[in-house]
Nanobody
Framework: QVQLVESGGGLVQPGGSLRLSCGYSGSIFSIYLMGWYRQTPEKQRDLVAVINTDGATEYAGSVKGRFTISRDTAKNVAYLQMSSLKAEDTAVYYC??????????WGQGTQVTVSS
């Protein structure tokens, strides 16, 4: 199995930046896709960004140009660099690993609050 641990959330002012980290361990060679999702009490959990083993990325339209997903395979960490943050980016952010066999593994979530 794979274990995920997120960190880096917090309170930031509008227009600010924040970097989330997702450390992964266990059967990491079974991971072929990693992603970041976010959820608010009013909405379902939505895709923010994903990255596959080839480094190809996809982003939600609302974050394109502001957020960057990356993966450091030497450190076994996936990142989400968030810039030009807006109040509507406030949410709990979850890291997800998709394993071969279409098994989804989720992290515990980290709160991001954008407020002045």
């Amino acid at each position: 199995q794979v274990q995920l641990v997120e960190s880096g959330g917090g309170l930031v002012q509008p227009g600010g930046s924040l970097r989330l980290s997702c450390g992964y361990s266990g059967s990491i060679f079974s991971i072929y896709l990693m992603g970041w999702y976010r959820q608010t009490p009013e909405k379902q959990r939505d895709l923010v960004a994903v990255i596959n083993t080839d480094g190809a990325t996809e982003y939600a339209g609302s974050v394109k140009g502001r957020f960057t997903i990356s993966r450091d395979t030497a450190k076994n960490v996936a990142y989400l660099q968030m810039s030009s943050l807006k109040a509507e980016d406030t949410a709990v952010y979850y890291c997800k690993a998709v394993l071969r066999g279409s098994v989804n593994v989720w992290g515990q979530g980290t709160q991001v609050t954008v407020s002045s």
